[in-house]
């Protein structure tokens, strides 16, 4: 999501709010915690303070709204899934916050249906998708053909295995040391440095003059 603190619409997370069962004083009593328009000149319709204690579990829970409405695309008839193993569970999106990956067939119908659930999501939440940020995957023997199709419907260019999602790699076939090196790379870096802090001054000085 584009800036999601800043833009989360003040309307749609209240209707939010009541349809978790909160109480209008409660509600009332959260805009005085997380605004400052009962004491400031400008009036403001949206956005979430950054650091606020309270800020991020509100995004949370606006948020919410997007995960459900993908799960309803699972009773369309027409609407066609990432293909899953008939014993596993079917799932089209894996959320974290603001980090979220949609998983979908690749036929015009069913990529229609889920851009619609996005544009919708954006029209009442006030939260926009950052496209600049966003990239499709395929499987390496699908035709040149579909990503060509799927960057029109889109609007989003087309990435390749493996990425990274949450600190991890995504991947699909064998498992290769290629795919963890970075964060081998990271894990011995932070090693280092908690090694350097128990280092004694005669240490730290070796260790400055081989350095520099």
Same mark, same amino acid.
């Given at each position: 999501?584009?800036?999601?603190?800043?833009?989360?619409?003040?309307?749609?997370?209240?209707?939010?709010?009541?349809?978790?069962?909160?109480?209008?004083?409660?509600?009332?009593?959260?805009?005085?915690?997380?605004?400052?328009?009962?004491?400031?000149?400008?009036?403001?319709?949206?956005? +979430?303070?950054?650091?606020?204690?309270?800020?991020?579990? $509100?995004?949370?829970?606006?948020?919410?709204? +997007?995960?459900?409405?993908?799960?309803?695309?699972? !009773?369309?008839?027409? /609407?066609?899934?990432?293909?899953?193993?008939?014993?596993?569970?079917?799932?089209?999106?894996?959320? /974290?916050?603001?980090?979220?990956? $949609?998983?979908?067939?690749?036929?015009?119908?069913?990529?229609?249906?889920?851009?619609?659930?996005?544009?919708?999501? !954006?029209?009442?939440?006030?939260?926009?998708?950052? %496209?600049?940020?966003?990239?499709?995957?395929?499987? !390496? %023997?699908?035709?040149?053909?579909?990503?060509?199709?799927?960057?029109?419907?889109?609007?989003?260019?087309?990435?390749?295995?493996?990425?990274?999602?949450?600190?991890?790699?995504?991947?699909?076939?064998?498992?290769?040391?290629?795919?963890?090196? /970075?964060? +081998?790379?990271?894990?011995?870096?932070?090693?280092?440095?908690?090694?350097?802090?128990?280092?004694?001054?005669?240490?730290?000085?070796? $260790?400055?003059?081989?350095?520099?």
């Amino acid at each position: 999501m584009a800036k999601a603190y800043d833009r989360v619409s003040w309307i749609f997370l209240t209707k939010v709010l009541r349809k978790f069962g909160f109480s209008e004083r409660m509600i009332n009593m959260i805009w005085r915690l997380t605004s400052n328009n009962w004491y400031s000149f400008f009036q403001s319709s949206r956005g +979430l303070k950054q650091g606020g204690p309270l800020s991020p579990t $509100l995004f949370i829970i606006a948020a919410k709204v +997007l995960p459900r409405g993908l799960n309803k695309l699972q !009773e369309d008839g027409e /609407y066609r899934g990432y293909g899953m193993p008939k014993w596993s569970s079917n799932i089209n999106h894996l959320s /974290y916050v603001d980090d979220t990956i $949609l998983f979908c067939s690749r036929d015009k119908k069913s990529v229609q249906k889920m851009m619609k659930v996005l544009a919708n999501y !954006e029209q009442v939440s006030g939260q926009m998708i950052n %496209k600049n940020k966003c990239f499709f995957y395929l499987h !390496e %023997k699908a035709p040149i053909v579909s990503g060509q199709r799927l960057r029109r419907w889109t609007g989003i260019q087309q990435g390749h295995f493996p990425f990274t999602y949450l600190g991890c790699p995504v991947f699909y076939g064998r498992k290769k040391i290629s795919h963890f090196e /970075y964060i +081998l790379a990271k894990i011995n870096k932070r090693v280092m440095c908690w090694q350097n802090k128990f280092l004694s001054y005669g240490g730290r000085q070796i $260790l400055v003059a081989h350095v520099l």
